[in-house]
């Protein structure tokens, strides 16, 4: 565990966090590597990822070795048995039973058995001490204290008793983990497990953030993907920054029990264009004012936004969010199917900048290159362009996936003299968010080279000269 830039504060009126040192530094380069650490306790997140992954590594189980105690744990191979042994010996007696509850009684299980063997992890210079954990806010939530306490004793029956310390720490622990544990994500940016990183946790949230975190199993690595000056406060997104500001809003303070009001959150324009729709009467883009009313089409004059149009517009929203929110089918084709039926009725209504489209469009691009259909890749792909420079930063990682479908999409189509700008910028932007040794960044490598070569060997052709080796 390690950050490796930057220095923590608590101050008056800003709370603790992390900062680019305001003594000794230049700033914060883009790429540079902020923050690398192991968690201090993960999960992966479903039975069937439990069957199908190292409990370790979390990579996919081709041949498996499990625990010889508990059975349940399973393991690539024998070295990743051997490295998880430090972890999993507290806990592998009640192992088979934490299993079967929720991913954050899990993972507080896990946390709960660790502490029990070392004492010092439960003190006040404990590894998650320095957490917040919202437990008054969570008692007064929706679900209040009657979900806390059935929390707590279906935990309860799932471990051995002797591990289990009082309710007022195992609420402080379970608010910790609820409000400060990360999704894990795998190569194709898929949830897969949550872990708690206590380093990493110290870092604020801000929908305008200034840094990113990429996995490497449970590692995580965060990175500038902007300057930073000395004494600028880095910020992490805990959520997509492509949602309407309400309800980027309303998830974080459903998850994580705060009202954000960062820069991007009081940027009332920036708000306003992304849930831009069109003018019924000439389709040119019309955004709502500050009250959320579509008033006057400013190209053709048009104001007749009655009733029915906000009750279409809300509905669409809702049909997109649904679709979004569906689980990935096995056969592609059902998604690509659903994805376009959805975004043929998004184009009736929300102009192409509404986030909502792009995002349909986002996944339609995804979609599109497992199947192999790179025509409507590049068509799909081409009208995300405008949205994402609008409301994604130049190093964005989605900015950096888009790149890299398209010029693989045009790569595939044979057509290298499209393909190379989109799979240089690809290779830049993902070297900054995820580092020179990541997978993503040496298969776009791989990709340019073969891209560049073909390329050579076309102009040698049209030269007239012979054909030569690379």
């Known amino acids: 565990m390690a950050r490796l830039q930057g220095e923590l504060f608590c101050e008056i009126g800003q709370g603790r966090g992390i900062r680019c040192n305001k003594k000794g ?30 409990h370790y590594c979390l990579k996919r189980l081709e041949t498996s070795v499990s625990c ?11 070295e990743c048995k051997k490295a998880a042994k430090f972890h999993h010996t507290p806990e592998c007696r009640g ?15 896990r946390i709960l058995y660790k502490m029990h063997a070392r004492k010092t992890d439960m003190g006040a210079l404990g590894p998650l001490s320095g957490l917040v954990s919202n437990v008054e806010t969570l008692k007064n939530c929706e679900e209040g204290i009657t979900s806390l306490d059935s929390k707590m004793e279906c935990l309860s029956q799932h471990m ?3 591990a289990l310390p009082d309710r007022a720490f195992m609420e402080e622990i379970y608010g910790k983990i609820a409000s400060n544990s990360f999704a894990i994500l795998d190569e194709n940016m898929c949830s897969i497990g949550i872990g708690v990183y206590p380093q990493a946790s110290m870092i604020n949230h801000s929908c305008k953030s200034n840094c990113i975190g990429m996995f490497y199993g449970p590692q995580i690595q965060i990175r500038a993907n902007e300057f930073i000056r000395p004494g600028e406060q880095i910020f992490h997104g805990y959520i997509p920054p492509l949602l309407p500001t309400a309800k980027r809003q309303e998830k974080l303070l459903k998850t994580y029990h ?14 306003r264009l992304m849930r831009c729709v069109k003018c019924p009467d000439c389709s040119e883009r019309v955004a709502p004012n500050a009250d959320g009313v579509y008033k006057t089409c400013e190209s053709c004059g048009f104001a007749n936004f009655d009733a029915d149009f906000y009750e279409e517009m809300d509905l669409l929203v809702e049909y997109a969010e649904n679709i979004l929110d569906k689980e990935q089918a096995e056969d592609r084709e059902y998604d690509l199917y659903f994805l376009e039926s959805c975004l043929a009725q998004l184009d009736f209504t929300l102009h192409s900048d509404n986030v909502y489209v792009i995002r349909i469009l986002k996944d339609l691009v995804e979609v599109c290159v497992e199947l192999g ?26 900015q950096g996936l888009l790149y890299q479908k398209m010029g693989l999409a045009y790569y595939r189509l044979g057509d290298q003299s499209a393909a190379l700008p989109y799979l240089r910028q690809a290779k830049t932007t993902l070297t900054i968010t995820s580092g020179e040794e990541s997978g993503l960044v040496q298969d776009v490598s791989d990709m340019l080279a073969e891209c560049v070569a073909k390329e050579i060997d076309s102009l040698l052709v049209e030269c007239g000269c012979p054909n030569m080796d690379h």
């Open 373 to 398: 259909l790179w025509e409507k890749a590049v068509v799909y792909g081409k009208r995300i362009e405008p949205g994402y420079k609008m409301f994604l930063k130049r190093y964005d990682l989605d």
């Open 258 to 271: 705060f009202l954000c009001q960062c820069a991007d959150c009081r940027n009332t324009e920036r708000d």
């Open 160 to 162: 051995e008793k002797e």
């Open 95 to 109: 192992y088979s039973r934490l299993m079967n509850l929720p991913e954050h009684l899990r993972v507080m299980g």
């Open 25 to 54: 530094s230049s700033g914060i380069e883009p790429g540079t590597l902020i923050v690398k650490e192991e968690p201090y306790s993960y999960t992966l997140t479903d039975g069937e990822l439990l069957r199908t992954r190292c």
């Open 68 to 78: 010889d105690a508990c059975r349940t744990a399973k393991y690539c191979n024998e």
